[in-house]
Nanobody
Framework: QVQLVESGGGLVQAGGSLRLSCTDS????????MAWFRQAPGKEREFVAS????????SYADSVKGRFTIARDNDKNTIYLQMNSLKPEDTAVYYC????????RGQGTQVTVSS
């Protein structure tokens, strides 16, 4: 059973916005941190942002601070990553992770920012 379901990626021009979502379909991970990572071709995985499912203590990578925001809908067991002022260097596969040692991951969603 797919535990984390992601959606919201796509193609956008530089300066545009996208919102990614990550849903805990099994309602299992309410006590854990949920994090967003990204990986561009030929590059290592990069931390983007994180927050607790049940709390409000967001953390952001310096590269996205001020442009990306985490929001939660606890009724839907969904965490969103609102991405504004997108840059070509934000192009990557984004995926969410949660659970013990962030070992449960979503399938990933492609974000492409054109210049």
């Amino acid at each position: 059973q797919v535990q984390l379901v992601e959606s919201g990626g796509g193609l956008v021009q530089a300066g545009g916005s996208l919102r990614l979502s990550c849903t805990d379909s099994t309602r299992t991970f309410g006590a854990y941190v949920m994090a967003w990572f990204r990986q561009a071709p030929g590059k290592e995985r990069e931390f983007v942002a994180s927050d607790w499912w049940s709390g409000s203590s967001p953390s952001y990578a310096d590269s996205v601070k001020g442009r990306f925001t985490i929001a939660r809908d606890n009724d839907k067991n969904t965490i969103y990553l609102q991405m504004n002022s997108l840059k070509p260097e934000d192009t990557a596969v984004y995926y969410c992770a949660t659970g013990p040692e962030l070992g449960v991951r979503g399938q990933g969603t492609q974000v492409t920012v054109s210049s």
